[in-house]
């Protein structure tokens, strides 16, 4: 098992390992190695996923009635978020207790009962063990000895916690209340997660050749936005000139938010400074694609709020959606979209949502450059864990939520991810 010392030390259990050359909190120069090294891959899920974190795995509109139910992963682990005849919901590890098999392997569904194929061992939907094929034998000898007791041996649960419709589990006891660990960025949660019932509109999945780190990076990168993505700067949605603001907790929960409409004198930048991803003859053929809707009693065109280790919101316009972050290897990771709306939005609104939900995914107006900037760094950065990236936009230091940043130009949130990470990580 892979173990990480104080001293930044990581290496598979009985072997030497090598030291990560990384000084003490130094946040702003990041080791490539960090993204590429299998060793630090495995500690993770260890020291991160199955540690003292708050990790998302869907939500309560997912699974309404009783025996409803979804698979998912906690970093490696597969798991299933389920509703018991009580209401009550549950997070349990989809491994069986006989022989380790998967319990359920299909994405969604609906059972009272939930049986390993393999065996036929039947769970109910909170996790208990209700049925054991031939457990008393069949007549000529066999079966399980008499002291076999069904209540030892359920399907492990994990803690759950919800937040307004969220729902996240977590494997550690040590892992504070949910509300604590969100923090001073609650707010800008419950913002769009207000406590409304959902509805799903739909999903998208992406396979990403990158490490999941990078992910985290880019989400809470504003410099990058309107640089890399010509959608944002030509047509306003998203400008780095505009007012805006970056809050983060230790925790790794953050916002980067954005002010529309607050750029207009400055937005001449971009061509003095010959930003490429600007072009000032393009237009729209269908401007209903920006015709949105001001909900929130404010003009935020973007609210991206990442909440480590493993989910990223958005509210860009007036489409809104969860994306799930689930490492699969050192150089890949699965990114889930799922696409939300309010159970008591007006049937135009709803359009609206819709219509807009092609500016992010996979083929995004918007989302499309955002794989293709983080494989290009996978593939860069091979080879060169001895080097580090450069990290200082707007300094060397996190910010924390009690001080936000009160502009767009900055890399604080990233810093703000690698303090939660070294933390956790002990290095």
């Known amino acids: 098992m892979a173990t990480v010392t104080p001293h930044g030390s990581i290496a598979a259990a009985g072997e030497t390992g090598s030291?990560?050359?990384?000084?003490a909190g130094d946040v702003s120069h990041i080791p490539y190695r960090?993204?590429?090294?299998?060793?630090?891959?495995?500690a993770e899920q260890e020291r991160i996923f199955r540690g003292p974190t708050w990790n998302y795995v869907g939500l309560e509109a997912e699974v309404p009635h009783e025996g409803d139910y979804k698979t998912t992963h906690i970093g490696e682990v597969p798991v299933i978020l389920s509703r018991d005849r009580d209401g009550r919901l549950h997070?349990?590890?989809?491994?069986?207790a006989h022989r380790?098999?998967?319990v359920l392997r299909e994405a969604f569904g609906s059972k009272k009962r939930f049986n390993c194929i393999y065996h036929q061992w039947g769970y109910d939907p909170n996790g208990d063990l209700k049925a054991v094929p031939f457990k008393a034998g069949a007549g000529c000898g066999g079966g399980l000895d008499e002291r076999f007791a069904m209540a030892e041996h359920g399907l492990k649960r994990l803690r759950v916690a919800t937040f307004n419709g969220l729902v996240f589990a977590s494997f550690s006891e040590r892992t504070p209340p949910l509300e604590e660990y969100l923090g001073g960025v609650m707010p800008a949660v419950a913002r769009v997660f207000d406590g409304r019932p959902l509805v799903v509109l739909g999903y998208l999945r992406q396979l990403v050749k990158a490490n999941w780190k990078l992910y985290f990076e880019n989400t809470k990168d504003p410099y990058h936005a309107s640089l890399l993505h010509l959608f944002h700067a030509t047509f306003g949605l998203y400008r780095s000139t505009m007012k805006g603001e970056i809050y983060a907790e230790p925790s790794g929960v953050g916002v980067l938010i954005a002010h529309g409409g607050t750029d207009e004198a400055k937005k001449d930048q971009y061509e003095r400074e010959e930003i490429s991803s600007y072009r000032k003859s393009y237009r729209l053929q269908e401007p209903a694609l920006l015709d949105i809707a001001w909900e929130y009693?404010?003009?935020v065109t973007n609210s991206i709020q990442t909440l480590f280790p493993s989910l990223v919101n958005h509210q860009i316009g007036n489409t809104i959606a969860t994306r799930h972050v689930i490492p699969r290897a050192v150089d890949r990771f699965e990114l889930t979209w799922t696409f939300v709306g309010y159970a008591d939005d007006p049937p135009e609104l709803r359009e609206k949502r819709l219509l807009q939900a092609n500016l992010v995914g996979p083929a995004g107006y918007i989302s499309l450059e955002d794989v293709e900037a983080l494989e290009i760094v996978q593939k860069a950065i091979q080879g060169g864990e001895r080097e580090t990236s450069f990290v200082e936009m707007g300094g060397q230091t996190p910010p924390f939520a009690a001080q936000p940043v009160p502009n767009l130009l900055s890399e604080a949130a990233i810093r703000g991810f690698w303090h939660t990470w070294r933390t956790l990580m002990g290095v």
């Open 297 to 299: 009693g404010d003009r």
């Open 100 to 102: 380790g098999a998967l």
């Open 91 to 96: 997070v349990l590890i989809n491994r069986c």
């Open 34 to 42: 960090v993204f590429t090294d299998p060793q630090i891959f495995q």
């Open 19 to 23: 030291t990560l050359d990384w000084p």
